[in-house]
């Protein structure tokens, strides 16, 4: 069984540029979140999918957009790209536990690089 | 709101020493705690968790945490450092599928 993947791995752009990141969940799992880790930090939540919507968001600008398809794989969109936005990026899949909360399974990221 | 504090960025043990990782969280519903570790590189392991019932709760690798509510904390214990144990460890706490994590704590260890 794979568990959460993410592609690519690493990727450099330059600052104006946009960027897509894409995550497939672990099997079983329909609900995908994003994070953002930026270097010697903790991660921070973007916006979490579920049934193709954006159910929850963090506190990121607009220019921070996702997308998840009905096979529950989901994508991160960055315009506008600024140097701050160099991080790795973590996409976490959830199910629910009997006791009604949740466990997040996350993927190894990708590393960002903005020049 | 949730926060999760972790005291101490840094912490060097020897091996064969214990393992101290301090986390103290606040929660306006019944917090729902996890840890982490974070390898080089590498995303985020699930170490253990807390949800409800017995308030010491062993993980994976020989880590176990105790949720205390009347002190607001959920510290992580190793009872002896193994040079693998070398990461980055998150505290965490979750509400409606949100992770809130602390700022993390790099061990270091030393032989």
């Known amino acids: 069984d794979a568990g959460v993947t993410q592609s690519p791995t690493h990727l450099i752009k330059t600052r104006g540029q946009q960027v897509t990141l894409r995550c497939s969940p672990k099997?079983?799992?329909?609900?995908v979140s994003w994070y953002q880790q930026a270097l010697g930090q903790g991660p921070q939540f973007i916006f979490q999918?579920?049934?193709?919507?954006?159910?929850q968001r963090g506190n990121f600008p607009d220019r921070f957009s996702g997308h998840q398809f009905p096979n529950y794989s989901s994508e991160l969109n960055v315009n506008a790209l600024l140097l701050g936005d160099s991080a790795l990026y973590l996409c976490?899949?959830?199910?629910?536990?009997?006791?009604?909360?949740?466990?997040?399974?996350f993927g190894p990221g990708t590393r960002l690089t903005v020049t | 709101a949730q926060s999760v504090t972790q005291l101490g960025s840094h912490v060097s043990v020897s091996e064969g020493a214990l393992v101290l990782l301090r986390c103290n969280y606040s929660?306006?519903?019944?917090?729902?705690l996890f840890w982490y570790v974070q390898y080089p590189n590498q995303g985020l392991q699930l170490l253990l968790k807390?949800?409800?019932?017995?308030?010491l709760v062993k993980g994976i690798n020989g880590f176990e945490a105790e949720f205390k509510k009347s002190e607001t904390s959920f510290h992580l214990t190793k009872p002896s450092a193994h040079m693998s144990d070398a990461a980055e460890y998150f505290c965490?706490?979750?509400?409606?599928?949100?992770?809130?994590f602390g700022g993390g704590t790099r061990v270091l260890v030393k032989p």
């Open positions: 999918y579920y049934e193709e919507e954006e159910r």
């Open positions: 965490a706490v979750i509400a409606g599928n949100k992770l809130t």
């Open positions: 807390y949800t409800t019932g017995a308030t």
């Open positions: 976490a899949s959830s199910f629910l536990l009997s006791g009604g909360t949740y466990e997040q399974y």
């Open positions: 929660s306006s519903v019944p917090p729902y």
């Open positions: 099997s079983g799992h329909d609900t």
